[in-house]
């Protein structure tokens, strides 16, 4: 496993290297190209020109922590976004993280944050209720495999309504808990807030969710800029008749319920919860 130094620990290189002389921002989208880890833990010590470029604010407006839910390297990748989240100085614009325990440091560091991406965090919707007051510049929310609740939604939704006006696109893709039984249970309470708190919304995905016609009428009369709507693996929608007319007519990009989900991202994590597209009772 490496081994996370404090960065006030690790001394920068004195030699200098032949590749020194190439401009910054060369060197930037080369480094940018490594992982995390490998930046920290060894490309900033290749030179002292290397170990001024990873410390650049602008080598750390994106940061992408991929989290395997097996693995046994979280804690290491939460002390290294730490580091990545200091060095960016306030300039953090995009992140994606696998930990409900960074999102007040992410919070109290980051007020330009345009992307918040949350992947295997468990129930974090307290968490986002008072991170989003730090997030004025927020413009995509996006949660897969993490467990919200339509009480937080609402929470949520009026806080990001309050704290982020520029919010317009907001994903909520299944639940770690979440099972194919399930979703046959509908409940349209995460859709009807998602309706009532967000209604500049432009994009939303809401993959193996409960809602029902319900919920998806009411979407659509709350929230009427929409331009995208993901619904597949949403096993309670029906679109025969009016309804399914007017998803066509009011949204440009729509993906059915019985749409495959194999180009997802994370499919491989997700695929339990989608039913065989020949099985006729969920066929559009």
Known sequence: MPIVHKASTIEPPLQSAPWAELPVEITMDILQRLGMIE??????????????????????????????PNSDMRGVLNKICRIAVDRSQG????????????????ADRSSQLRHLRLVNCGNVAGGLVSAAKNF???????AHLTF?????????GQSV?????????????ASEYD???????????????????????RHLALIANTLTNVGLEAILDGCPHLLSLDLRCCYNID?????????????????????????????????????SNDDSTFRD
């Not at 300039?91 to 992410?106: A, E, H, M, P, R």
């Not at 004025?136 to 996006?142: D, F, Q």
């Not at 099972?179 to 919304?201: C, R, W």
Request: glycine content about 4%.
């Open 39 to 68: 930046i920290v833990e060894s490309a900033q010590r290749v030179c002292s020109t290397w170990w001024k470029v990873c410390h650049d604010p602008a080598m750390w407006r994106v940061i992408n922590l991929k989290y395997d």
């Open 91 to 106: 300039q953090l614009l995009k992140i994606s993280i696998g930990s409900k325990d960074l999102l007040n440091y992410i």
């Open 136 to 142: 004025p510049l927020l413009e995509e929310l996006h």
């Open 148 to 156: 919200i609740t339509a009480e937080d939604i609402e929470s949520v």
């Open 161 to 173: 309504g309050r704290y982020c006006p520029l919010l317009n696109s907001f994903t909520l893709n």
């Open 179 to 201: 099972t194919p039984v399930n979703l046959i249970s509908a409940d349209d309470g995460q859709a009807l807030d998602i309706a009532k708190s967000m209604p500049e919304l």
């Open 239 to 275: 679109l025969e008749g009016d309804l399914g007319k007017r998803c066509r007519e009011q949204i440009v990009d729509r993906k059915q319920p019985c749409a495959s989900c194999q180009d997802y991202e994370f499919y491989s994590e997700f695929s339990h919860y989608c039913f």
